[in-house]
């Protein structure tokens, strides 16, 4: 594929949306960063580069390590909690506004989608905005341990039976919620046109979406600096930064 200049490749991303019914969008970690939220694999900044997940982010270490558990989610909830959509959230919410984008499918935790207006965001990996009683079951709104949590340091528990409260997240060792997935299973089988913003498709099962789009007849957009294994198959690259070509590409929409 002959690589294209950035306002090439605004304007042929700008035409496969304009030809689209039904366009549908999946996120990674890529789209987050502008809003200083770091990623999780890049190599000596990504987040395992200095942990090993299995022993901070895994159902295990919630059960068994809790406290080096939270330590290790708190800084990363302080930046999310205290984050702001970037341009390339803004431009979805906008494609979304326009009737262009049918739903948003995110592997992110952050809830950037939400804040920068987006309705129809599908969350596989959960989110930091709610805390669960594994217990009895219950949800609760993280807002209403911010300060014990984040200022105290303290570990959340249950206002009920005072079990240790899980972050709705899907931590390693959990299957993805079933009904969020199901959705998210739908949307690419029906676009018509899939786009791949800021993930590398390395962690399945997310990855393997934008291939059932494929199988249906989907065109393919991937915006990302990492290869992915379906590079080869796309319809356009666009190896430019996510909060520079979305608003571009938004503004030659019209």
């Known amino acids: 594929m002959t690589a294209l200049t950035f306002n090439q490749a605004a304007q042929q991303a700008a035409m496969h949306i304009s030809e689209s019914k039904r366009m549908v969008v999946l996120t990674g970690a890529g789209i987050s960063t502008p809003s200083g ?4 694999r890049s190599p000596n900044t990504g987040l395992w ?25 708190r800084p990363l909830a302080r930046e999310m909690i205290n984050a702001q959509p970037n341009p390339a959230h803004r ?3 906008q494609l979304e506004q326009k009737g262009v984008l049918k739903a948003v499918i995110t592997q992110n935790i952050d809830g950037l989608h939400q804040k920068a207006g987006s309705k129809t965001v599908l969350e596989v990996h959960g989110s930091m905005q709610e805390l669960h009683c594994l217990s009895c079951r219950q949800n609760f709104p993280v807002e209403n341990y911010l300060e014990s949590f984040i ?4 570990i959340p528990r249950c206002v009920n039976c005072r079990a240790i409260l899980k972050p709705n997240i899907v931590l390693f060792e959990e299957l993805l919620p079933m009904n969020v997935w199901q959705q998210a299973e739908e949307q690419a089988t029906q676009a018509d046109l899939f786009v791949v913003i800021g993930s590398a498709l390395e ?16 065109r393919l957009i991937i915006n990302t600096f990492s290869p992915t294994y379906l590079d080869s198959r796309a319809d356009l690259l666009l190896p430019f930064d996510v909060a520079e070509i979305w608003p571009e590409i938004v503004n030659l929409l019209g």
């Open 37 to 40: 939220i770091p990623d999780f």
């Open 49 to 73: 580069s200095r942990d090993d997940p299995m022993e901070v982010a895994s159902l295990s270490a919630f059960h068994n390590r809790p406290e080096r558990f939270f330590n290790w989610l």
């Open 91 to 93: 431009a979805l919410s």
């Open 151 to 154: 200022q105290k340091e303290e």
């Open 203 to 218: 962690v399945t099962p997310a990855a393997h979406l934008p291939l059932y789009a494929l199988e249906q007849g989907a």
